[in-house]
């Protein structure tokens, strides 16, 4: 999820703790908490500092280790810790509402089509159930609506649990509606190896990228009806020196341990090969932002990379820098 929903479940949280009675008797328990809820719901996403390195960096590493099983109780453990030394106060508690937010934020991560390696170190395989959209405005709505409701006198922990039964029943619903159109999708395609759905932030509306036998189709569904706006033959990458030279950029090698469906293509110039990767996920208005473009002279020496996100071919120019197509 984004920075400010996290946010807002770290209140949400320290709110239902109130019906701890332990913690309801205790305003310095109480304060404590709510900082361990805070502060645990956005410590996972410490990671995105990586983005001042390079891209590569943060592709290959966020939502990786930092979101994996051994840093879920590190997070809580430290967290726990300095508040209890702070505040003096139960550490049980602190250290059950810490984890609580902790592993939430882990947890609703999944349900995002960028998903985690929450199962770190057993599996390093990405986990994107593909349900809810980074920022989902019915989820960011529903908290705001539960802190006017406290600020206006309702019961601060009874109000939060109403708020997260109603978003269980959310998430239920958009894991129906995925599963409805992963059906019409195999019904549709013959060999369907994979399928995955991307969720916008209108509820009504999906990215979708198939993977058949020998076909990628890349389509949207509005309104529960699936039109194809792509058809790419699936050719398996080819074990000639120029990729071979490529795959040794880390720019390139981030995005192939993040990007689970792609297309490449190789183009030969009077003076460099260009070698770009295009992930199929993210079509927006006709284009795919989600590159990795590595330039080569003619004796295979990387000269210019990039991966990221890019919205148009002159800025991907502008950010490649050395060699113009």
Known sequence: MDTGTHFL???ALGGLATLDPTVANNP??????LLGTLVGSQTPD???ILKLKNNAKYIRNHRGITHSIPAVFIWTLLISTILFYVYHVSFFHLLLWTFIAVS????VDIFNAYGTQALRPFSKKWI???IINTFDPFIFIAHLIGIALWLNGAHLGYT????YALLVGYYIFRFQQQQTIKTKLRNMFENVEQIITVPTMKWNEWHLAVSTATHFYVARAKNGEIRILDIFEKCPIPNIPVIEAAKKDENLAAFLSFSP???WEVNEYSD????RFTDLRYRSKGYYPFVAVVQLDLDLNIVSSYTGWIFSEKKLRKKLELIPS
């Open 128 to 130: 994107a159930l593909g």
């Open 104 to 107: 939430l934020h882990v947890l």
């Open 272 to 275: 460099h090969y260009e070698v």
């Open 46 to 48: 410490l990671d995105t």
């Open 9 to 11: 479940m770290g209140i």
């Open 261 to 263: 469906v792609y297309r």
């Open 28 to 33: 310095a328990l109480a304060e404590a908490v």
């Open 160 to 163: 939060f649990l109403a708020i």
